[in-house]
């Protein structure tokens, strides 16, 4: 069945950009069915969500972190990554990333096991 | 940005009791409202979406009804399995925002 795992660094410096990638594996990302999300949750706190991707590169943010955000797709690997610049400890959060289907009511099925991505010096 | 408020935040149940979770949008959202079951350290899982459609898999004791600005979560007879948090999610608008969340405890 579908699969998807993030990976990238667990601690980040304020400031700098945050980048994680996630590999969708047991189908294919080119799906003209489906987006692809990255949604993230603060320890402690409600989930978030942050953007999502078509296949074709075609993108959505979430507008309050719209300008730090970059989301990407790389059909040739099945995979799509997050950047986010300039980071604080807000933004020390699991991050997860999510297949999303937009027929009837747009919704995360399945989802990454997460990954802690803490902001410190 | 849509406002989900859930209530309550937290509640305590014994196995096979009749447990119900309220989701109200801070406007209409018709039933474009999704439920997803978050166990501790996993990721969440959805249950229910549009308002009242089973995702394949998910045991019949799991409920989803209304629209507009009120939706409700039942779970017919607790198991020990669905102590866990649940979250609902509106997808009316962008961008899709979600409750904050309700904590099912063991009593």
């Known amino acids: 069945q579908l699969q998807l795992q993030e990976s990238g660094p667990g601690l980040v410096k304020p400031s700098e950009t945050l980048s994680l990638t996630c590999t969708v594996s047991?189908?294919?990302?080119?799906?003209?069915?489906?987006?692809w999300g990255w949604i993230r949750q603060p320890p402690g706190k409600g989930l978030e969500w942050i953007g999502s991707?078509?296949?074709?590169?075609?993108?959505f943010y979430n507008p309050s972190l719209k300008s730090r955000v970059t989301i990407s797709v790389d059909t040739s690997k099945n995979q799509f990554s997050l950047r986010l610049s300039s980071v604080t400890a807000a933004d020390t959060a699991v991050y997860y990333c999510a297949r999303r289907l937009e027929y009837l009511s747009a919704r995360f099925d399945p989802w990454g096991q997460g990954t802690l991505v803490t902001v410190s010096s | 940005d849509i406002q989900m408020t859930q209530s309550p935040s937290s509640l305590s149940a014994s196995v096979g009791d009749r447990v119900t979770i309220t989701c109200r949008a801070s406007q209409s959202i018709s039933t474009y409202l999704n439920w997803y079951q978050q166990k501790p350290g996993k990721a969440p899982k959805l249950l229910i979406y549009a308002a009242s459609s089973l995702q394949s898999g998910v045991p019949s004791r799991f409920r989803g009804s209304g629209s507009g600005t009120d939706f409700t979560l039942t779970i017919s007879s607790l198991q020990r399995e669905d102590f866990a948090t649940y979250h609902c999610?509106?997808?009316?608008?962008?961008?899709?925002?979600f409750g904050q969340g309700t904590k099912v405890e063991i009593k």
């Open positions: 991707i078509f296949y074709s590169g075609k993108t």
């Open positions: 999610q509106q997808s009316y608008s962008s961008p899709g925002t």
């Open positions: 047991g189908g294919s990302i080119s799906s003209a069915t489906y987006y």
